[in-house]
């Protein structure tokens, strides 16, 4: 019997759910809620996952733009704990709704949103995550070139023959290439296959990063970054401290809007979940910390103190040595730049164009918008960009608060999961958008604009309108939410509120099956609730999903 061979399509599968009935407009296999059988991340999963993200060249930079406004190393440490301390709860709470209805952060918008709301947020992120691989792709692109450069020392005196005005060599864009193909087969990956790259790298990286430590505390007795005093006091001192918080957790602010996309994936109860807001703040201090003994320890055996860890690896003399730690790095970059950029952006571009996107091919294609991004040119010639990309996250404290709040306070907790698939459902809003949505976003984003400008053109004087940005994040995450609660208190949307939640697995047991296996409805009844308790029909509450066949109402839920 001949083989036979499927033929290409351009649209992605779409088997026929509840979810997709009349509106494929809205989704795709890979968009619809997480059957029980796919929720493969446990506990150790998740600690895996979050070890692994953490342990990255960022994280061990996180010390060195402390240092650099004035502040001490202690300063430093204990920043890094509060603002992860702070972001981790926002983290917790809203990849706590990805546990309750298995969907990702794009689908989950857009009950606060509305549905083309949703594309506000969507759009914000989107842009963030394709320029982040790009830039970390590049990084990871370094950690190859110094890996080989321990094998083959020459590797590095090899004739260029680009134009210095491309910002990059041959050699450099070849080991871009290298790293880039490296990428490839992971971005091909289901999540739930990736788990054990993140089990791999949170044992590896962490072992190789204790034993440089190990190197920085045993071969250095002490250096001047200890005993530094800070060199800025009064004011100063208070916008250096709220401008570093920022920065801290402005690198984690995409993961407080779209931690959803991988606890979705989750099979354990939705109260693991808090276990980030010790962990957290434990780890990433842990690994700043790290980050300024390390510095200080190439400072004295150097003279020179290189924050960049690659940089001063590349002092070793032991080529075994460099090429090992290189690779620690290289892990590294890899492990996050598919947790945090291209995990994020496909789950984006497959909300954007769910007919033609799925998870697999929107990691491919953010791969090939990396090349189109070209940056190598991004690093060596535009850092007012980079500037701009760091303090995107001015927008991204307020998108976070808008869900956040709009889950645990307006709705407490109820939402439709299959009215959130459904764009003439409960959700649909005036248009397609929650105008109060908008209006608290922009309200919360406003105050930052003068600073955000001056951080990219630093000739245009904002005078005190500096203040507000330097600690933006945490300013419009607090204006949107005091703004979205009193728009929703004054102009409630009683069109969405439900006497009880609808979750997945519901709508699963009233169809009889879950990918062909039979289930029932008490065999869901526990998963459903995820151990919280259900809460008493509130004022103004309709019934669920008007006017969907909604598979839970023929099941008499």
Same mark, same amino acid.
């Given at each position: 019997m001949g083989l036979k061979f499927r033929k290409p399509q351009l649209r992605v599968e779409q088997p026929k759910s509840a979810f997709a009935e009349g509106n494929a407009r809205w989704t795709n296999r890979d968009l619809d809620p997480v059957p029980p059988k796919d929720r493969k991340w446990g506990v150790s999963s998740l600690i895996a996952y979050w070890i692994s993200d953490a342990f990255n060249a960022s994280t061990w930079q996180f010390g060195a733009g402390v240092l650099a406004v004035g502040l001490t190393w202690r300063e430093s440490v204990g920043i890094v704990a509060l603002s992860f301390f702070i972001v981790s709860i926002v983290i917790a709470l809203n990849g706590a709704i990805g546990v309750f209805h298995h969907t990702p952060f794009p689908v989950i918008a857009r009950a606060s949103w509305?549905?083309?709301?949703?594309?506000?947020?969507?759009?914000?992120?989107?842009?963030?995550?394709?320029? &982040? %691989?790009?830039?970390?792709?590049?990084?990871?692109?370094?950690?190859?070139? @110094? *890996?080989?450069?321990?094998?083959?020392?020459?590797?590095?005196?090899?004739?260029?023959?680009?134009?210095?005005?491309?910002?990059?060599?041959?050699?450099? !864009?070849? @080991?871009? #290439?290298?790293?880039?193909?490296?990428? =490839? /087969?992971? =971005?091909? *990956?289901? /999540?739930?296959? =990736?788990? &054990?790259?993140?089990?791999?790298?949170?044992?590896? $990286?962490?072992?190789?990063?204790?034993?440089?430590?190990?190197?920085? !505390?045993?071969?250095?007795?002490?250096?001047?970054?200890?005993?530094?005093?800070?060199?800025?006091?009064?004011? #100063?001192?208070? &916008?250096?401290?709220?401008?570093?918080?920022?920065?801290?957790?402005?690198?984690?602010?995409?993961?407080?809007?779209?931690?959803?996309? %991988?606890?979705?994936?989750?099979? $354990?109860?939705?109260?693991?979940? %808090?276990?980030?807001?010790?962990? !957290?703040? #434990?780890?990433?201090? %842990?690994?700043?910390?790290?980050?300024?003994? @390390?510095?200080?320890?190439?400072?004295?055996?150097?003279? $020179?103190?290189?924050?960049?860890?690659?940089? !001063?690896?590349?002092h070793w003399s032991n080529r075994p040595a460099r090429f090992f730690a290189g690779l620690s790095f290289a892990l590294a970059a890899l492990g996050v730049n598919i947790s945090a950029n291209s995990l994020s952006a496909a789950n984006d571009l497959m909300a954007l164009f769910p007919r033609w996107v799925n998870l697999r091919r929107g990691q491919l294609l953010c791969a090939v918008f990396c090349w189109a991004l070209v940056p190598w040119k991004i690093l060596a010639s535009a850092a007012s960009f980079l500037n701009f990309m760091s303090a995107y996250a001015i927008f991204l404290g307020p998108i976070a608060a808008i869900m956040l709040f709009d889950f645990y306070v307006i709705h407490r907790r109820r939402y439709d999961t299959l009215a959130l698939y459904n764009p003439e459902g409960i959700y649909r809003y005036r248009g397609g958008v929650n105008w109060r949505a908008v209006v608290a976003f922009l309200v919360g984003v406003a105050p930052s604009l003068p600073g955000f400008i001056n951080s990219i053109n630093p000739k245009i004087h904002v005078g005190v309108g500096v203040h507000p940005y330097q600690f933006g994040w945490l300013l419009g995450f607090v204006a949107t939410t005091l703004v979205y609660l009193a728009l929703t208190r004054f102009f409630p949307p009683v069109e969405t509120f439900i006497p009880r939640a609808v979750r997945p697995d519901e709508i699963y047991a009233a169809q009889g099956h879950i990918d062909g296996i039979p289930v029932s409805r008490e065999s869901t009844s526990g998963e459903v609730e995820q151990g919280l308790p259900v809460e008493e029909k509130q004022p103004g509450a309709r019934n669920a999903s008007p006017g969907i066949i909604s598979a839970a109402a023929s099941a008499g839920l």
């Open positions: 509305g549905f083309w709301g949703s594309y506000i947020p969507i759009l914000s992120r989107v842009i963030l995550a394709v320029f &982040w %691989f790009s830039i970390q792709t590049m990084n990871g692109a370094f950690t190859v070139r @110094c *890996m080989i450069a321990a094998i083959w020392p020459s590797f590095l005196h090899r004739p260029n023959h680009i134009p210095a005005s491309e910002g990059i060599d041959d050699v450099t !864009l070849g @080991c871009f #290439a290298i790293f880039w193909l490296v990428q =490839l /087969p992971f =971005l091909a *990956m289901h /999540p739930n296959q =990736l788990r &054990w790259l993140f089990v791999a790298k949170s044992v590896v $990286v962490p072992l190789s990063w204790l034993a440089i430590l190990g190197w920085a !505390l045993g071969t250095t007795r002490h250096d001047h970054i200890f005993d530094q005093k800070a060199t800025v006091s009064g004011s #100063a001192y208070s &916008w250096a401290f709220l401008s570093s918080m920022t920065s801290v957790i402005g690198n984690y602010a995409t993961l407080s809007v779209n931690q959803a996309d %991988f606890s979705r994936y989750s099979r $354990v109860s939705v109260r693991w979940h %808090f276990m980030y807001v010790p962990l !957290l703040p #434990a780890i990433f201090t %842990f690994i700043s910390f790290i980050g300024i003994a @390390c510095a200080s320890a190439g400072g004295a055996h150097y003279g $020179v103190i290189e924050w960049d860890p690659i940089a !001063l690896i590349s």
